[in-house]
């Protein structure tokens, strides 16, 4: 079965420095999700969108955006890049909110920042 | 108090053990309950969803105790690639919000 794809699985910045992060959901899914988790922690929100519009928002930084395109696919801007960011970014998506709350999460994006 | 909170751990076993994980959440109007296991370095996966009373999918057994907000897993027969960390997941609804928290995390080593 189709999964979650995400792009790319391995990124390094430096400080400064803009990342985008790409995500594209499993076929039919048209919520997705984005979790960050850094290093002994557990995936902390940061962001959701339902039909290409912000459904909640969670802890993320004022450098960071995100959208969802009329595909679907969903991309993740982070801009001004700290060390602090350093960590593994996953995506995940489900069928619409209500229908069920299922979350099928990508293999991650790892970032590390130097 | 933490929205998910759950056993420390970690939890080393010998294969072919029962163990028991133990859940509790914050959030009174959480509606939905989910394990999700992650092993090293890789992506979350849902294990089980637990959305009434409590479920069972073949070794794996899930309660919910809404009155107690109390969430176990419970793991038969343990196999050698049972080792990961189990994640108790909640989803906090409320109008649109539909964001999973999660716990810290169990680790278990299943030993031969």
């Known amino acids: 079965a189709a999964g979650v794809i995400q792009s790319p699985r391995h990124l390094i910045k430096e400080k400064r420095e803009t990342a985008t992060l790409k995500c594209y959901p499993i076929p039919r899914h048209d919520t997705v999700y984005w979790y960050q988790q850094g290093p002994g922690q557990d995936p902390q929100f940061l962001i959701s969108f339902y039909e290409k519009m912000q459904s909640d928002k969670g802890s993320i930084p004022d450098r960071f955006s995100a959208q969802q395109f009329s595909d679907y696919h969903s991309e993740l801007n982070m801009s001004s890049l700290e060390l602090g960011d350093s960590a593994l970014y996953f995506c995940?998506?489900?069928?619409?909110?209500?229908?069920?709350?299922?979350?099928?999460f990508g293999p991650g994006t790892r970032l590390t920042v130097t | 108090r933490k929205e998910v909170e759950q056993d420390p751990g970690p939890f080393n076993v010998p294969e072919g053990a029962t163990v028991a994980f133990n859940c509790t959440y914050s959030n009174s109007a959480s509606q939905s309950f989910f394990w999700y296991r992650q092993d090293c370095r890789k992506e979350p996966k849902l294990l089980m969803s637990v959305y009434s009373s409590g479920n069972e999918d073949g070794r794996f057994t899930a309660q919910l105790n809404r009155a107690s907000q109390y969430i176990s897993l419970l793991i038969r027969d343990s196999k050698l690639s049972d080792s990961a960390t189990y994640l108790c997941?909640?989803?906090?609804?409320?109008?649109?919000?539909?964001?999973?928290?999660f716990g810290k995390g169990t680790l278990l080593t299943v030993n031969p």
């Open positions: 995940a998506s489900s069928l619409a909110p209500g229908y069920t709350y299922e979350q099928y």
């Open positions: 997941v909640v989803e906090n609804s409320g109008g649109s919000n539909y964001k999973l928290t």
